[in-house]
């Protein structure tokens, strides 16, 4: 494994720590006060004008859907040579829309290509890849746990040239905003089939009648406007047949090709949410004097940051190594890896932006540093595309499998034992 930048990515990489240097950075505040101002005139669900300027800007410097593979489409970066530059855009949270790379647009955008036909590609693809519409996924559902997917509940049924759905979904992330033209739902065509074929997912135009927004749901208290994450129900929703994707009780064959992407970017942007809380942490720790020296100067300080480093360290090389298997061996072949960095890499930027917090006191939980944010962000991702558990319990039928086979127990090292 070679995990050296290409020259393209070398050229990437600088041209987007540049852009952020000159226009995300100094706009932070701005965006934040853009939005409470929408808020404070009763709507907070609408676009903000310096995302629209800068996604203009991102464009002209050749930094616009970076994520996606195919290069008649998008950069045509691999996962591997992608894993820097998700890292750079994680590091604010709003900055990946600007480079039309954020989730779940990203995870929707690669299913249409993946799995869409070509009339599904122009009516949706083609203006997400623009930027001209925004998207959600629903497969998250109140009523049952939804770890296991098995378990959702909506319908989606044939009706002649039609199917009808009827079901409740939230956490439907990206719902809330009004660009938000097209939904991806996931749901039961057939329950009587064999368990991972029950399911199916199809593309529901979000104007269609029966569709009611209930409500934004709340994450520590934030309601990401103009995102949003909403509950959505569906009542005698009717969408052509056309619509499903790959045919019915394919949903979970979808559902993997869609996540092993959209985890991987999760766990790339982290690490640079880690990135970012170590520098605060260690910037507030040097400026800061109590009890007679700095707070760096304090050991349990020095220990916090030394630990943090080599945690974003190990959190990066198997972010890395993950990517290069999702590009050697496919997502399958890549399952046990996409399910450890989907673990450890949340965990590691909740650690670190939890010292981070701590360094900082009383501001580190406030809104005058983006960490309070970031940590609500990153433990929601203990959740998002499955949670710790699920994937524990992946990793460990993974890692039991080795050993199912006499002839692979007889090959595994034992400790050497002495009398």
Same mark, same amino acid.
């Given at each position: 494994?070679n995990?050296?930048?290409?020259?393209k990515?070398?050229?990437?990489?600088?041209?987007?720590?540049?852009?952020?240097?000159?226009?995300?950075?100094?706009?932070?505040?701005?965006?934040?006060?853009?939005v409470?101002?929408?808020?404070?005139?009763?709507?907070?669900?609408?676009?903000?004008e310096?995302?629209?300027?800068?996604?203009?800007k991102?464009?002209?410097?050749?930094?616009?859907?970076?994520?996606?593979p195919?290069?008649t489409?998008?950069?045509?970066?691999?996962?591997?040579?992608?894993?820097?530059?998700?890292?750079?855009?994680?590091?604010?949270?709003?900055?990946?829309?600007?480079?039309?790379?954020?989730?779940?647009?990203?995870?929707?955008?690669?299913?249409?290509?993946?799995?869409?036909?070509?009339?599904?590609?122009?009516?949706?693809?083609?203006?997400?890849?623009?930027?001209?519409?925004?998207?959600?996924?629903?497969?998250?559902?109140?009523?049952?746990?939804?770890?296991?997917?098995?378990?959702?509940?909506?319908?989606?049924?044939?009706d002649?040239?039609?199917y009808?759905?009827?079901?409740?979904?939230?956490?439907?992330?990206?719902?809330?905003?009004?660009?938000?033209?097209?939904?991806?739902?996931?749901?039961k065509?057939?329950?009587?089939?064999?368990?991972?074929?029950?399911?199916s997912?199809?593309?529901v135009?979000?104007?269609?009648?029966?569709?009611?927004?209930? %409500?934004?749901?709340?994450?520590?208290?934030?309601?990401?406007?103009?995102?949003g994450?909403?509950?959505?129900?569906?009542?005698?929703?009717?969408?052509?047949?056309?619509?499903?994707?790959l045919?019915?009780?394919?949903?979970?064959?979808?559902?993997?090709?869609?996540? =092993?992407?959209?985890?991987?970017?999760?766990?790339?942007?982290?690490i640079?949410?880690?990135?970012?809380?170590?520098?605060?942490?260690?910037?507030?720790?040097?400026?800061?004097?109590?009890?007679?020296?700095?707070?760096?100067?304090?050991?349990?300080?020095?220990?916090?940051?030394?630990?943090?480093?080599?945690?974003?360290?190990?959190?990066?090389?198997l972010t890395?190594?993950?990517?290069?298997?999702?590009?050697?061996?496919?997502?399958?072949?890549?399952?046990?890896?996409?399910?450890?960095?989907?673990?450890?890499?949340?965990?590691?930027?909740?650690?670190?932006?939890?010292?981070?917090?701590?360094v900082?006191? =009383?501001?580190?939980?406030s809104?005058?540093?983006?960490?309070a944010?970031?940590?609500?962000?990153?433990?929601?991702?203990?959740?998002?595309?499955?949670?710790?558990?699920?994937?524990r319990?992946?990793?460990?039928?993974?890692e039991?499998?080795?050993?199912?086979?006499?002839?692979?127990?007889? %090959?595994?090292?034992?400790?050497?034992?002495?009398?």
């Amino acid at each position: 494994m070679n995990f050296d930048y290409s020259l393209k990515v070398q050229a990437l990489r600088e041209k987007l720590l540049a852009f952020f240097d000159e226009y995300i950075y100094p706009n932070e505040t701005v965006f934040h006060e853009e939005v409470e101002r929408n808020r404070a005139n009763g709507n907070p669900w609408v676009p903000t004008e310096i995302i629209e300027q800068l996604k203009l800007k991102a464009r002209e410097a050749g930094l616009w859907n970076l994520f996606l593979p195919d290069s008649t489409r998008g950069a045509g970066l691999t996962n591997l040579e992608y894993a820097p530059l998700c890292e750079i855009m994680g590091r604010v949270s709003w900055a990946p829309e600007v480079f039309n790379c954020n989730a779940p647009d990203t995870g929707n955008m690669e299913t249409i290509e993946r799995y869409g036909t070509e009339e599904h590609k122009r009516q949706w693809l083609t203006p997400l890849l623009e930027g001209q519409i925004r998207s959600a996924f629903l497969m998250t559902e109140p009523e049952v746990a939804s770890s296991d997917a098995t378990n959702i509940q909506t319908r989606i049924e044939r009706d002649g040239a039609h199917y009808v759905i009827n079901g409740t979904k939230w956490w439907s992330s990206g719902a809330g905003d009004p660009r938000c033209a097209v939904y991806i739902v996931m749901g039961k065509t057939d329950p009587d089939a064999p368990r991972h074929a029950q399911q199916s997912m199809i593309l529901v135009s979000a104007d269609t009648a029966g569709i009611t927004v209930k %409500r934004p749901l709340t994450v520590f208290g934030y309601d990401d406007a103009p995102h949003g994450h909403m509950e959505i129900t569906l009542e005698n929703v009717r969408v052509p047949a056309s619509n499903i994707l790959l045919g019915e009780g394919r949903g979970f064959e979808i559902a993997q090709g869609r996540l =092993g992407p959209g985890r991987i970017h999760h766990c790339m942007r982290l690490i640079g949410v880690a990135e970012r809380a170590l520098e605060f942490m260690a910037k507030r720790a040097l400026s800061r004097t109590a009890f007679g020296k700095t707070i760096a100067q304090q050991t349990v300080t020095q220990e916090r940051i030394a630990e943090a480093r080599c945690m974003i360290e190990q959190a990066r090389l198997l972010t890395l190594k993950t990517a290069y298997m999702m590009d050697t061996v496919g997502n399958k072949g890549a399952r046990g890896e996409i399910a450890m960095i989907k673990v450890v890499a949340p965990n590691m930027a909740c650690q670190v932006l939890d010292w981070a917090i701590q360094v900082h006191g =009383g501001g580190g939980v406030s809104g005058d540093f983006p960490l309070a944010y970031a940590y609500a962000h990153a433990r929601t991702l203990r959740f998002a595309d499955g949670p710790d558990e699920v994937h524990r319990n992946a990793i460990a039928r993974l890692e039991l499998a080795r050993y199912t086979d006499p002839a692979v127990a007889s %090959r595994v090292e034992r400790p050497i034992t002495r009398s």
